[in-house]
């Protein structure tokens, strides 16, 4: 491979962000107008077979049948996305000349594992499936994205930085499980969240866009000649793109049909590939040199909405003895819908949240890490804190109110006790 240095300084120059971003724009192109147009048509075929969301007047907001498979729109359009990419060069071909593939080469493990977290959602959202078969397919697809060594390089990254040399078998092993674990919490994640018409949509939007941010900051840096020079491989710095705008534009295809008042949901379907492709971004961050543990963190922050969301629910749930799993109406949708929000502002003000967020992670990259975190920090604890309190209130009314609509207790008679007098006295015990 020969490094022109004094080519590649001009391009940087000229206009770096053009230069990185403008080749993949056919994917977000492709991908916006197949959800934007198949979207429509999953509505007919749900409706037509009878997939539809029917409202408990409980935990869901709408009042009539709502259809299903938004989420197979959704995967479609991204999957057009990543087709039309095998067709387009790299922004950083010219510097491999030496090799005949040019184009972009998506991880076809990574999109397996896509498929099999899509039809798994999709199984339970026409004939409904058990928690665990639905687990399973979760561990299924995160085994098959496994085989990459995206958590591997994220262990690597954490011992490096704490100066730890540790066997191979022991950074494979523990990057697997923590490959796992990020999925399955990203996928249930974005499940808990998808609760108001617009909101998993818009939320997985806002952070695809800090990760698309993220990933071109990133292919601009590897453009300078100091990483020239170090001789990294920046293979991955296209995927990266091509994943997020193509993610990018079928949610944004299928936003429309979904928002206030919405004609479709994405169903499980939906809300477990968009946690999967979360926590995929998220992790191949990390192979990033230099900076991949900074990535990472700072790609957490982004989605820091959906996960503040399930540590509350993880922590209101073990609080009442509860399984973990179990479904309640005191996510912080529920909550301000309780506290008078409409469904149009409830949805855009966690969209300002979730943009706080992503601003937040995103400048991690430009400023001091300390400063971030301690923003994070406080925002987050503020936001953990009022959500337990508000939730709590809510409960507290709710016991209240069941309390004074509760029959009152029937009196109980006590056997008479003579008096000092020698009379028997009677004495009633009201039960308060």
């Known amino acids: 491979m020969t490094l022109d240095i004094v080519q590649l300084a001009q391009a940087t120059v000229d206009d770096p962000v053009n230069r990185v971003l403008s080749p993949y724009m056919y994917v977000f192109f ?15 075929l749900a409706v037509r077979g009878g997939i539809v969301d029917w409202p408990d007047l409980k935990r869901k907001s709408h009042i009539e049948p709502v259809a299903y498979l938004g989420g197979v729109a959704i995967f479609m359009g991204w999957a057009a996305g990543l087709f039309i ?31 099999i ?32 060594p995206y958590g591997a390089h994220m262990v690597n990254q954490v ?13 494979s092993s523990t990057g697997t499980i923590l490959l796992v674990f990020f999925v399955l919490g990203g996928c249930n994640s974005i499940n ?40 990294l491989a920046f293979v991955n710095d296209p995927v990266r ?11 944004l295809g299928y936003l429309p049909y979904n928002f206030n008042p919405a004609t479709i949901f994405m169903g499980d379907a939906g809300s477990l590939l968009l946690g999967y492709l979360g926590s995929a971004m998220i992790l191949m961050f990390a192979d990033v040199k230099g900076m991949g543990a900074l990535l990472v963190m700072a790609a957490i922050i982004v989605f820091a909405v959906p996960i503040s969301d399930t540590l509350l629910a993880i922590v209101r749930r073990l609080m009442r003895g509860q399984p973990i799993f179990s479904p309640d109406s005191h996510h912080l949708h529920h909550m301000l819908i309780r506290s008078g929000f409409t469904v149009r502002k409830a949805v855009l003000t966690l969209y300002a949240m979730g943009i706080c967020f992503a601003f937040l992670g995103c400048s ?12 994070f920090i406080v925002l987050f604890g503020f936001i953990l804190v ?13 016991k209240l109110a069941v309390a004074q609509h509760a029959p009152p207790a029937k009196a109980t008679p006590v056997p008479p006790k003579p008096s000092e007098d020698g009379s028997s006295a009677t004495r009633v015990h009201t039960g308060i």
């Open 241 to 251: 793109l091509v994943l997020c705008l193509a993610l990018l534009g079928a949610l």
């Open 159 to 171: 011992l490096q930085a704490v100066s730890i040399q540790a066997p191979a078998w022991f950074v």
């Open 117 to 148: 977290i899509t039809i798994t959602g999709l199984c339970d959202d026409v004939y409904g499936i058990s928690p665990r078969v639905k687990l399973g397919g979760q561990i299924i697809a995160s085994a098959v994205l496994a085989s990459e």
């Open 30 to 44: 492709m991908a916006f107008i197949l959800a934007f147009a198949l979207t429509p048509t999953m509505r007919w």
């Open 364 to 375: 991690l990259v430009f400023l001091r890490w300390r400063y971030v975190i301690a923003v």
């Open 386 to 398: 009022t959500a337990y309190k508000i939730s709590h209130r809510q409960m507290m009314r709710q």
């Open 85 to 115: 990419s095998m067709f387009i060069e790299t922004h950083n071909s010219y510097l491999f000349s030496g090799y005949t593939d040019i184009h972009v080469r998506f991880p076809i493990k990574l999109f397996v594992g896509a498929a």
């Open 192 to 231: 808990l969240i998808d609760g108001l018409d617009g909101l998993a949509a818009g939320i997985s939007a806002i952070a695809t866009a800090g990760f698309l941010f993220m990933s071109v900051f990133v292919a601009v840096l590897h453009l300078q000649p100091e990483f020239l020079e170090s001789g």
